[in-house]
């Protein structure tokens, strides 16, 4: 007899493409004719935005720009000059599996910036930024589950939850606001240059919503009416919402946010305090995760006549776990200092290393500092270092990390120099990419049930073994040797006497 089998069909999107893609960006800086000369570059500080991504069959391109901006001492020993400039970047990455078809999850950060000096009046400044890249497809994959068993063959199954990407959804959003300085704050005279970093403090699907709330952090490094370089921070706390085209019920959601814009402009009026005019542009980057029940047929045999079992492979990439583990960067500098004016925290792609059942996640960090000497001149320093983390990873995982900066971080003078300490966040999604071999057809022929005669079977269990090969290599089931031996496991013991029906 033929078996009868029904299908369930699970549509998902595959992630088919997983890069992170470096590129540095340089561009000489010519001293404006109403500068100083140049004596010594104490600071720079840059900030990614990404304008536009498209993907291609068989590449990926993404393309923004740099937004850096430096100050530097004059020969002549007057206050320091602001300089600023844009670094457009367009970074290609070809790879067979890309398709123009596949949906485009793409965030980019600089993680390292500096300048040198050329001469007196000529500056290269150099930025570092690296694109994090996701691809997905739509894709559909049937499990086919035996319907009405007959009693003369037995199957063992399992039970799957898989936890898929089923949709992605962007949107773009805009963020402005008008930023004071709050009393006892120094009067603001220019922006030598500024940061947006969006955080995610909350997430959740509801319906056909992706709802998020986060905190927008905005500082800026400006010079004072007197010349002299403060560092401005402020929170703007933002809360927003994605459509989606299906249904969810408190599914996974994984939400992904890039800068795409942003302009800080500042505003002096007569007899009234500075303002900045902010406003930030947000590309929010939803994939909604759903779960799904597998039944897998692993094993099949029959206890009478003989059967020709189909059997194929089922290859989902389900999400196992959703980790956050913050490592910290500490580091130090022999330099003394009477104050820390500004230190930024830049951050490199994670690389992992497996052992002993553990990913060992790393991110190679750049603390930029600018700092006033024991003699009040302004001055810079560089820490170099790495931050880690560890996450458990079971057999056959595959783990996607990314890297963000915490939220406490700082540099302050210490008794041996300048001391650096910042929390750093690791993201880690755990995947299994197991294939899964099932039943999805085949043929029984049960024989003439009159020429079966019923025996036992005695024998010693030389090692513990499971009922179900077992009841296999017998052709009897695990419910008979269960019941004749009193098991009320799935196993049998090393040693045990046991009587097996068959």
């Not at 320091?80 to 078809?101: F, G, K, M, Q, W």
């Not at 897998?296 to 959703?322: H, K, M, N, Q």
């Not at 039943?439 to 179900?468: I, M, N, P, Y």
Request: proline share 4%.
């Amino acid at each position: 007899m033929e078996l009868v089998f029904e299908a369930q069909s699970i549509d998902y999107l595959r992630p088919v493409f997983t890069k992170a893609a470096a590129q540095e960006q340089t561009q000489e800086l010519i001293v404006p004719d109403s500068y100083p000369d140049c004596g010594r570059i104490v600071f720079t500080g840059a900030c990614a935005v990404m304008r536009g991504k498209e993907a291609r069959d068989g590449s990926v391109v993404v393309t923004g720009g740099v937004r850096a901006g430096l100050l530097y001492v004059p020969e002549d020993g007057t206050e320091p000059r602001a300089l600023s400039c844009y670094l457009p970047y367009s970074i290609r990455v070809d790879d067979p599996a890309a398709t123009a078809a596949m949906q485009l999850q793409a965030c980019c950060h600089v993680r390292s910036a500096d300048a040198r000096l050329i001469n007196s009046r000529k500056i290269l400044v150099r930025a570092d930024v690296v694109c994090m890249l996701t691809g997905f497809e739509q894709a559909s994959q049937e499990i086919r589950t035996l319907k009405d068993a007959p009693s003369a063959l037995q199957t063992k199954t399992a039970e799957y939850r898989c936890v898929l990407p089923r949709e992605f959804g962007e949107k773009s959003v805009t963020m402005t606001e008008d930023l004071e300085l709050s009393t006892g704050e120094p009067e603001m005279e220019s922006i030598v240059q500024y940061w947006v970093s969006p955080e995610i403090t909350e997430q959740k699907l509801t319906g056909n919503k992706a709802v998020f709330k986060g905190v927008l952090t905005f500082k800026a490094l400006y010079l004072t009416t007197d010349g002299a370089p403060e560092t401005y921070v402020r929170q703007l706390p933002f809360s927003q919402y994605c459509e989606l085209r299906g249904t969810y019920d408190d599914d996974e959601l994984a939400l992904c946010l890039c800068v795409t814009g942003s302009e800080a402009e500042l505003s002096r009026m007569e007899d009234e305090p500075s303002k900045i005019l902010l406003s930030v542009t947000l590309l929010c980057q939803c994939v909604a995760m759903q779960a799904s029940e597998v039944t897998i047929t692993e094993d099949a045999y029959a206890t009478r006549g003989e059967f020709s079992p189909e059997w194929s492979e089922v290859r989902l990439s389900c999400l196992l776990d959703r980790q956050t583990q913050t490592g910290t960067l500490r580091g130090s500098v022999p330099k003394q200092a009477r104050a820390v004016i500004d230190s930024t925290l830049y951050l490199g792609e994670p690389t992992q290393q497996t052992q002993n059942g553990e990913a060992v996640l790393t991110a190679p960090a750049t603390v930029n500092i600018l700092y006033m000497d024991t003699d009040g001149a302004l001055q810079s320093a560089i820490v170099r270092d790495q931050a880690s983390c560890k996450i458990a990873l079971g057999d056959d995982v595959v783990c996607e990390a990314s890297v963000t900066p915490g939220r406490d971080g700082f540099a302050a003078p210490s008794g041996g120099g300048i001391d650096v300490r910042y929390d750093v966040s690791f993201h880690a999604d755990c995947r299994c990419n197991q294939a899964l071999r099932t039943l999805t057809g085949g043929e029984l022929a049960e024989g003439d049930k009159g020429a079966e005669r019923f025996c036992v079977v005695v024998r010693h269990a030389d090692k513990t073994q499971s009922l179900w090969d077992l009841a296999k290599q017998y052709r009897t089931s695990e419910a008979a040797i269960a019941g004749a031996n009193g098991i009320t496991s799935g196993e049998a013991e090393q040693g045990t006497l046991l009587l097996i029906p068959v």
